[in-house]
């Protein structure tokens, strides 16, 4: 699987960003996809889950009530809309996909497929 997120750039504190995960080569399978976010000096930590099978969602506390992880099956795109966004918001976000039929976690180590990632800058 082959991963390319878009849809990054700057937005000032309280604004809205939706980030875009194009998928390609072995997208009909069931899967994990998740989004992740790395801040310099910091740990990568996961953001957002979907299930692609039953599109179960799962997000990490700092952003639950203020995203959305969605997916387009038909595009083999995975969206990931982001609101009322905070300077602390501000890393590179990646979209990951673990291999098919596995559970999602929260573990970047778990996750085989790596998008190149996108900016996002919050001031």
């Known amino acids: 699987v082959q991963l390319v997120e878009s849809g990054g750039g700057s937005v000032q504190a309280g604004g809205s960003m939706r980030l875009s995960c194009a998928a390609s080569?072995?997208?009909?399978?069931?899967?994990?996809l998740g989004w992740f976010r790395q801040a310099p000096g910091k740990e990568r930590e996961g953001v957002a889950t979907?299930?692609?099978?039953?599109?179960?969602?799962a997000y990490t506390d700092s952003v639950k009530g203020r995203s959305t992880v969605s997916q387009d099956k038909e595009k083999a795109m995975v969206y990931l809309q982001m609101n009322s966004l905070k300077p602390d918001d501000t890393a590179m976000y990646y979209c990951?996909?673990?291999?098919?039929?596995?559970?999602?976690?929260?573990?970047?180590?778990?996750?085989?497929?790596w998008g190149q990632g996108t900016q996002v800058t919050v001031s």
């Open positions: 979907i299930y692609t099978g039953g599109s179960q969602t």
């Open positions: 990951a996909a673990r291999k098919p039929g596995v559970y999602c976690t929260w573990a970047s180590k778990d996750y085989d497929y």
């Open positions: 080569g072995n997208t009909g399978s069931s899967r994990c």
